[in-house]
């Protein structure tokens, strides 16, 4: 009984740093839960390439800016101009400063953690990949599900997050793992694929497989902060009109 109290007091004390330090959204997995959902068992994507002995992975979400999302053309405007530099100098930043310090944080209560980088910056191939995915430590952490554009659709702002992982000997209560299922959440929706500006996307419907062209993606992505795969999903734009309408019968904005 002490050991299940310790994880669950383990738990909300990271929460509650966590929340003190800007994270809009937190998820824990147990280690051993996640290489099993995706039959990990070594390499880079495998928590004891971290840490020896690896117990909980947690995944921090900063949420993007709903008006950046809306106003997304898949074109090169002001918007995707924006949204370049709102990801890379506040939202990866901003990820990478708050993994950093709970890491520290978790060090002062005499447990390790590795705190993986928000970014993806290894360029091979004319695309960039990185060691480790922060999508599939939030599905095994229970915070969304992946779309059929591959994107993780969480279920607290849908896809206008972006997201980062610590991994910890530190061992903490875990959450009910997310169906890995692409899709699982769109039903017949296809908005995301239909839109892709240069075709990159497609949904294998009877595999449950997303199907990129990640060179065709990431070449325009340079040219262009595209992300209409996440602004237009309408998922995310629901949860964003439900946050507005909270607030005006509130009281709590109005319009002019």
Same mark, same amino acid.
């Given at each position: 009984?002490?050991?299940? %109290?310790?994880?669950?007091?383990?738990?909300?004390?990271?929460? /509650?740093?966590?929340?003190?330090?800007?994270?809009?959204?937190?998820?824990? @997995?147990?280690?051993?839960?996640?290489?099993?959902?995706?039959?990990?068992?070594?390499?880079?994507?495998? !928590? %004891?390439?971290?840490?020896?002995?690896?117990?909980?992975?947690?995944?921090?979400?900063?949420?993007? @800016?709903?008006?950046?999302?809306?106003?997304?053309?898949?074109?090169?405007?002001?918007?995707?101009?924006?949204?370049?530099?709102?990801?890379?100098?506040?939202?990866?930043?901003?990820?990478? /400063?708050?993994?950093?310090?709970?890491?520290?944080?978790?060090?002062?209560?005499?447990? %390790?953690?590795? !705190?993986?980088?928000?970014?993806?910056?290894?360029?091979?191939?004319?695309?960039?990949?990185?060691?480790?995915?922060?999508?599939?430590?939030?599905?095994? @952490?229970?915070?969304?599900?992946?779309?059929?554009?591959?994107?993780?659709?969480?279920?607290?702002?849908?896809?206008?997050?972006?997201?980062?992982?610590?991994?910890? %000997?530190?061992?903490?209560?875990?959450?009910?793992?997310?169906?890995?299922?692409?899709?699982?959440?769109?039903?017949?929706?296809?908005?995301?694929?239909?839109?892709? !500006?240069?075709?990159?996307?497609?949904?294998?419907?009877?595999?449950?497989?997303?199907?990129?062209?990640?060179?065709?993606? $990431?070449?325009?992505?340079?040219?262009?902060?595209?992300?209409?795969? $996440?602004?237009?999903? !309408?998922?995310?734009?629901?949860?964003? $009109?439900?946050?507005?309408?909270?607030?005006?019968?509130?009281? /709590?904005?109005?319009?002019?």
């Amino acid at each position: 009984m002490a050991g299940i %109290d310790r994880r669950i007091e383990n738990r909300r004390m990271i929460e /509650e740093y966590l929340k003190s330090l800007g994270a809009d959204m937190a998820g824990f @997995a147990s280690a051993q839960s996640y290489n099993h959902i995706f039959s990990i068992t070594e390499g880079s994507e495998h !928590p %004891d390439y971290y840490i020896k002995g690896a117990k909980t992975l947690i995944v921090i979400g900063v949420k993007i @800016a709903d008006s950046i999302m809306d106003n997304l053309t898949g074109t090169k405007d002001p918007h995707s101009h924006n949204l370049k530099n709102y990801l890379l100098h506040y939202a990866y930043d901003k990820l990478d /400063e708050i993994a950093a310090s709970a890491s520290k944080y978790i060090e002062g209560s005499g447990y %390790d953690a590795y !705190p993986i980088q928000a970014r993806s910056e290894i360029r091979e191939n004319g695309y960039l990949w990185s060691y480790f995915s922060h999508k599939k430590a939030a599905i095994a @952490a229970g915070l969304g599900h992946a779309g059929k554009s591959s994107i993780i659709i969480t279920k607290k702002f849908g896809t206008r997050v972006r997201l980062t992982t610590i991994i910890t %000997d530190m061992d903490m209560e875990a959450d009910e793992p997310a169906d890995k299922t692409p899709g699982k959440v769109c039903g017949n929706c296809r908005i995301c694929i239909d839109a892709c !500006p240069v075709n990159a996307l497609e949904f294998d419907e009877a595999g449950k497989k997303t199907l990129i062209d990640p060179v065709k993606c $990431q070449t325009y992505m340079d040219y262009c902060q595209c992300a209409l795969c $996440q602004g237009l999903c !309408p998922i995310g734009r629901r949860i964003a $009109q439900k946050r507005r309408n909270l607030l005006i019968n509130r009281g /709590e904005c109005f319009k002019i």
